[in-house]
């Protein structure tokens, strides 16, 4: 009850108008939500230009990478997409901004054919993990309160804590695909392997661009007995439709 209030005096307070159109009301209103292309396939993750794949996460040339495919939900090249994830995820964080973002993933999740792993109820959620000192700066990690919307809307668990990123990395933005990998190796580790043993993880992140971050990712978790890693990304890069 306290929770309801306090958010009707905030509203009263200091009402939200859209990001894009200024309207009253909401941080990114329906109509302007409704102007961003949904992606309504699947590509290889690792392509350099975006390959469709049809039955499997990942095209015939990549199928020794440990990441079994990728649901990106938009097109970075979006000029509204790219504002969200920016004030989302850089100052002055809008936290509130994870629910349109969500909104985007469950609605490419809606137009993708290929998505039977969300039927399998003991898959799990896992958000990229971010340092403890990125954390204390956001008061958030973005991937986390994203994956914990997807976790109640499909009914299916989510682990914050168990992938846990333990080195503070160079930022990866402006780095090749080369760099990125030299510079994320070794910065993630499972503290409990029971609790993803034989799972599908779907890991979860903002935006998707060489896949480094994920690849390592996949890599822990399966080393450490998950059974198949899909990524789960808001946005990728190079995305054209």
Known sequence: MFKKWKTFFLDLLFPQFCLNCQKEGSLVCPDCLA????NPFQYCPFCFFPNRVIKNGKCQSHQTFQ???????????????KKMVSLFKYEPFI???????AFLIISHFMLTQNQQALVDKSAVFIPVPITTKKLRKRGYNQ?????????IYYGLDLQ?????????????????????????FGAFVIKNPDLIAKKTIFLVDDVFTTGATMEECARVLKANGAKKVYGIAIAREGLEK
């Open 35 to 38: 102007t961003i292309d949904i």
């Open 95 to 101: 936290r509130n901004l994870c629910q349109p973002l």
């Open 160 to 184: 914050t804590k168990n992938l846990m990123k333990i080195k503070n990395t160079q930022d990866q933005v402006g780095l090749s695909r080369q760099e990125r990998q030299h510079n994320i």
């Open 67 to 81: 990441l079994n495919g990728l649901f990106s939900a938009v097109s970075y090249q979006d000029k509204l997409v």
């Open 143 to 151: 991937s986390a309160v994203v994956a914990k919307i997807l976790s």
